[in-house]
């Protein structure tokens, strides 16, 4: 008995070569399919650089377009081929010209000769697939595809909603239920004559001409008609990544591919020359006689998805970046932001800085520039003070802020005067930390000396923007720590909410606020609202501040603040 080869080859020709010389050294007989889209000259070449082997044969070769019948179309020429001209072979292993032999190929012949009625094929009625990608399950059998997905994406797209609206469906022919799996088969000769002369074939061929990637269905799905004995697996060792795309293997996964105790593998970088030299010509390094397992390597294949997916919390990569929601947390650290502090108390920063011990900085969305702590401009990672770089993309550097100051709290001001793009980024960030006094923009219009009319045009422009800020901070989407409160509530009793926004950033021996910043000078502010009320502009933000009110005198009952998550 003997396993017959059948090789389908589209590209790296020269390794194609080594590779089929290595099974017909084993004395296998190897069926090769070249793509009709390499060139004859490259044809030419390669039925040349092989003609010394008796073994090696190729078949009438078709064009092998990715979802397409072709590659089931060249795999049928290559089996009949096998069968019709090796009448000694009992199984039919199909493979490409990327695959490279894991282990001695005398130990997969042992194999196989110790399962002569065992057909090793992937195959899974669609409701139990998980690994299909694309959108399209059932869909694949029911509708028609005649414009190829990878060249015509937009055609292809436009049939297949025109067929949904028309509610056009087709039929599965008598006695086929479809199947899916890996197109890397290894079929016995009885069920694969079954397949190729079966009397309803050129109706099955001519349904599944019309399926989307019939190469993983059509022989999944007839093995079923056929087979005594199917163990639904593939013994050739293939990964694919979260979008369906297969994995490459590259030479630093040696050890990972002789783990796997597969007998081959695919698929295999032509230039992984370690690769090639220790499977193909180091039998004292190939496997021990063991069973195949590729699920020894599956979780590290799992990580490598997990990475890919979601990575670091905080880190962005290129392969999450331009997918909203894929980031495995907004940033990388709590840090805190607030708003109106800065404006009510004089020097709050440096006792946010002295209390607290994180590093507190200005406004770091301010027009003018990025407020750093202590006037840096430049912080780690290279941040720049720059507005025109931070404001090319704010939400990368808020990210990158928080990045490269892992195991640092960082504090900053925020307000209706800076960049308003970050603002959605802060709301969904369960990280921030986000502490508002509304209103609290006014103070530094009422101690302007700015003509009245301006300050009035000016105070309704950042009531509005803030308005819309904490819309954004109530929203069912924000999952941000806030705590929001309105002026006039603010400096009634100042203490407990600054306790609050302390215990908050966790220092432990802050049992109780001894030391607070000093409030400005409100004496006339509530007079100052009353002037925009006369000017036709309403200060809702404030709260109820009484004409006459100013500095703060603290209530017996002190009230509390609303909390949003």
């Given at each position: 008995m003997s396993v017959g080869i059948v090789m389908l080859v589209h590209n790296s020709l020269g390794r194609a070569e080594q590779v089929a010389r290595h099974w017909a050294a084993a004395g296998c007989p190897v069926v090769i399919?070249?793509?009709?889209?390499?060139?004859?000259?490259?044809?030419?070449?390669?039925?040349?650089?092989?003609?010394?082997?008796?073994?090696?044969?190729?078949?009438?070769?078709?064009?092998?377009?990715?979802?397409?019948?072709?590659?089931?179309?060249?795999?049928?020429?290559?089996?009949?081929?096998?069968?019709?001209?090796?009448?000694?072979?009992?199984?039919?292993?199909?493979?490409?010209?990327?695959?490279?032999?894991?282990?001695?190929v005398q130990e997969l012949i042992d194999y196989l000769e110790a399962r002569p009625r065992t057909d090793f094929i992937e195959s899974a009625t669609t409701a139990d697939v998980p690994w299909t990608v694309g959108g399209l399950e059932e869909e694949r059998f029911t509708l028609r595809f005649p414009v190829s997905w990878k060249r015509n994406r937009f055609l292809f797209d436009r049939f297949v909603e025109i067929q949904r609206r028309l509610g056009l469906k087709r039929r599965m022919p008598g006695g086929i239920t479809p199947h899916m799996g890996s197109q890397w088969w290894c079929l016995t000769?009885?069920?694969?004559?079954a397949i190729l002369a079966d009397p309803?074939?050129?109706?099955?061929?001519?349904?599944?001409?019309?399926?989307w990637i019939p190469d993983e269905s059509y022989f999944q799905s007839l093995a079923r008609l056929y087979s005594a004995n199917i163990e639904s697996r593939s013994l050739t060792l293939s990964k694919f990544d979260f979008q369906g795309k297969p994995h490459i293997f590259y030479d630093d996964h040696l050890q990972l591919l002789r783990r796997s105790d597969c007998f081959v593998a695919r698929k295999i970088w032509p230039h992984a020359e370690k690769l090639y030299r220790a499977f193909l010509t180091d039998s004292e390094g190939a496997m021990k006689r063991t069973e195949p397992n590729p699920g020894k390597i599956d979780r590290l294949f799992s990580k490598a998805v997990e990475r890919r997916t979601r990575g670091r919390p905080g880190l962005y990569m290129q392969s999450r970046f331009p997918n909203q929601d894929w980031e495995n947390g907004v940033t990388a650290g709590p840090y805190s932001v607030f708003q109106g502090f800065a404006e009510l108390f004089e020097d709050f920063e440096p006792w946010l800085a002295r209390t607290t011990g994180a590093r507190v900085h200005g406004h770091l969305f301010a027009p003018d520039r990025v407020h750093f702590a202590e006037g840096q401009e430049a912080i780690n990672g290279a941040l720049s003070?720059?507005?025109a770089l931070r404001d090319y993309d704010p939400r990368a550097f808020l990210t990158n802020l928080i990045w490269n100051t892992r195991g640092e709290r960082q504090?900053?001001?925020?307000?209706?005067?800076?960049n308003q793009k970050i603002n959605w980024q802060i709301a969904r960030d369960p990280n921030a930390q986000v502490s508002v006094i509304t209103g609290a923009w006014a103070i530094p219009l009422f101690r302007s000396n700015l003509d009245f009319g301006k300050i009035r045009r000016e105070a309704a422009r950042l009531q509005k923007i803030e308005s819309e800020l904490v819309e954004a901070l109530r929203s069912a989407y924000a999952k941000a720590r806030v705590r929001v409160w309105t002026l006039a509530d603010f400096i009634e009793a100042p203490m407990e909410p600054l306790q609050s926004i302390l215990d908050e950033i966790g220092r432990v021996e802050l049992r109780h606020l001894s030391e607070a910043p000093k409030m400005v000078d409100l004496s006339g502010f509530g007079?100052?609202?009353?002037?925009?009320?006369n000017q036709g502009m309403h200060p809702y933000l404030m709260g109820d501040f009484?004409?006459?009110?100013?500095?703060?005198?603290?209530?017996?009952?002190?009230r509390k603040p609303y909390l949003v998550r």
């Open positions: 399919h070249v793509d009709r889209a390499v060139p004859r000259r490259l044809h030419a070449d390669f039925v040349a650089a092989l003609s010394d082997l008796a073994e090696v044969q190729f078949c009438r070769r078709y064009r092998c377009e990715w979802g397409t019948w072709g590659i089931v179309a060249a795999s049928q020429a290559g089996a009949e081929m096998m069968l019709a001209r090796h009448r000694h072979v009992r199984h039919v292993f199909l493979a490409s010209g990327s695959c490279l032999p894991l282990r001695p000769r009885r069920t694969l004559s309803d074939r050129e109706v099955y061929d001519r349904f599944f001409r019309q399926v003070d720059s507005a504090c900053f001001q925020h307000g209706p005067t800076g007079q100052f609202l009353q002037n925009l009320k009484p004409v006459g009110q100013g500095s703060p005198t603290p209530p017996e009952t002190p």
